[in-house]
């Protein structure tokens, strides 16, 4: 699953990684070294002025729920996407791209708490995840947008860490994923079934456990720990 994320380098870093995003006309957000669910971050979406960044709340709140106490689901297993009828219109029209430097997970230990790690791109080059978005227009006065991440088996290099992991997809996957007019489920599944699954990962303190703890001791690597 994806409960954590890290999104710290700047849009023009961004604009490296995603091609088309217009840098001038997107919205910009401080760093964030530990997103939480409920907080907001930048996903990129096609819009009538072209590929732009724009800060969404995580957790889906699909446009038909008028009760705040709805369940926001912050991921969707990509194996299923489609059947549930609170992803299935936005998979098919509102999809996104999530942009990250990294995400954490918990590692489950024989003995006492979960152990943080820190999972990012070869390299530690921003990338962006899979994701869906919606917006809602009868929890508040104003229209509000969300997003979920996209998540799938893990691969060999992660499920020691854990058995799901956020869909990466490759820069040659951007423009189909953006596009609102591609619709077809089976193409749809194979461009997430094509993502990259190449990661780094290391420990980190559970610092990073709390939102609270927002700065770049975040993501630091744990020194000293060895793993079981």
């Not at 890290?6 to 760093?31: N, Y």
Request: net charge neutral.
């Amino acid at each position: 699953m994806c409960g954590r994320f890290d999104r710290h380098s700047s849009l023009a870093d961004f604009a490296h990684a995603i091609d088309g995003l217009r840098v001038a006309e997107s919205e910009e957000l401080p760093p964030s070294y530990n997103v939480a669910p409920s907080q907001r971050a930048l996903v990129v979406r096609n819009t009538p002025e072209g590929r732009v960044a724009s800060a969404l709340v995580w957790g889906l709140i699909p446009s038909w729920v008028k009760d705040s106490k709805k369940n926001r689901p912050i991921n969707a297993r990509s194996e299923t996407v489609n059947e549930r009828p609170m992803f299935r219109r936005p998979f098919r029209t509102q999809r996104c791209l999530v942009l990250c430097n990294g995400y954490y997970e918990w590692q489950k230990q024989a003995t006492g708490p979960k152990q943080p790690y820190y999972l990012q791109c070869p390299g530690a080059t921003p990338f962006a995840l899979a994701g869906l978005w919606e917006r809602n227009d009868h929890l508040d006065a104003e229209p509000l947008e969300t997003f979920c991440i996209l998540t799938t088996t893990a691969s060999a290099a992660v499920d020691c860490i854990h058995h799901r992991m956020p869909i990466r997809l490759s820069r040659d996957a951007h423009a189909d994923w953006l596009d609102s007019t591609v619709c077809d489920v089976e193409f749809l599944s194979q461009l997430m079934a094509s993502a990259d699954n190449d990661w780094m990962f290391y420990p980190v303190s559970r610092y990073v456990n709390s939102p609270r703890n927002d700065s770049s001791r975040c993501p630091e690597r744990l020194r000293g720990f060895e793993r079981p």
